[in-house]
């Protein structure tokens, strides 16, 4: 039986926990997180109904009632297991008080670029809604000049070089639905520069299959998972375990082109 998304990144998970013993703490919740994404998805998967209106302006209503009456065990476990910062918001969210749900839920789901931590907290509850719903529509074809996802029109989180006759290919993910699709490579998919000496491409040792794309016209970076380099590499997953790499790029003056779920 194939195995899910989740359980895709949750075994990914552990085997970088064991590779990576400095980000060991941060894949420990990314794993504990996508188990409790992977029940959401279920649960949802049987509740709502087939004929439920598609939309990435807002979350209807039927499906806004599932999801509030969720979210409560959501934050009792991001409390429990989550880091210091999260688990302190979570056991906040739930004080009397502070229980206005739907209001904070669909607020999050309109945001495409959070900035704060209680936007990337709800954003990591609604993530598998939104990739349920994306996974029941046919995606238009995605804009070829601009990175934007053709589902939730945010901006990808990573990017991923697949096997393709002689070379690879690229295909951007949004790490929010996860749709993929196709992108130029010699393109930054922040502003749309071609010119080839403003596209400067770097990688670590340590991470000889993760490239950091950075774009000397827009200031922006994304990292790129080479499969043809590693073939057990989950995109969403090495581009979190990757974290020096965002420091590095940071401290070169690069902003990240689109945080991960946990902020990153």
Not at 35 to 42: A, K, M, S, T, W
């Amino acid at each position: 039986m194939p195995k899910s998304p989740w359980q895709r990144r949750i075994q990914r998970a552990q085997e970088l926990i064991e590779q990576r013993a400095f980000a060991a703490e941060m894949l420990g919740f990314f794993a504990d997180l996508a188990r409790i994404q992977e029940e959401l998805h279920r649960d949802l998967e049987r509740v709502i109904e087939q004929h439920t209106p598609i939309s990435t302006e807002g979350i209807c209503e039927q499906d806004l009632t599932t999801l509030a009456s969720k979210f409560g065990s959501y934050l009792s476990v991001v409390e429990k297991h989550g880091p210091k910062l999260l688990s302190r918001l979570a056991r906040d969210l739930q004080t009397p008080g502070r229980n206005n749900w739907p209001d904070l839920l669909q607020e999050a789901w309109r945001v495409r670029r959070p900035s704060g931590a209680q936007e990337f907290l709800v954003q990591a509850f609604l993530q598998p809604y939104a990739e349920l719903l994306r996974s029941r529509i046919s995606l238009p074809p995605a804009e070829s000049r601009y990175a934007i996802c053709p589902f939730c029109r945010r901006k990808p989180s990573v990017g991923v070089l697949r096997p393709m006759g002689e070379g690879a290919a690229l295909s951007l993910v949004c790490g929010f639905c996860a749709a993929e699709w196709n992108f130029r490579r010699l393109v930054c998919p922040g502003c749309g520069e071609e010119n080839d000496k403003k596209l400067l491409v770097f990688t670590a040792s340590d991470f000889d299959y993760i490239r950091v794309a950075c774009c000397e016209t827009c200031k922006t970076y994304i990292k790129t998972i080479d499969l043809t380099k590693n073939g057990h590499g989950e995109p969403l997953v090495d581009e979190l375990a990757s974290a020096s790499l965002d420091l590095w790029a940071r401290e070169h003056g690069y902003a990240k082109l689109q945080p991960n779920l946990l902020g990153m």
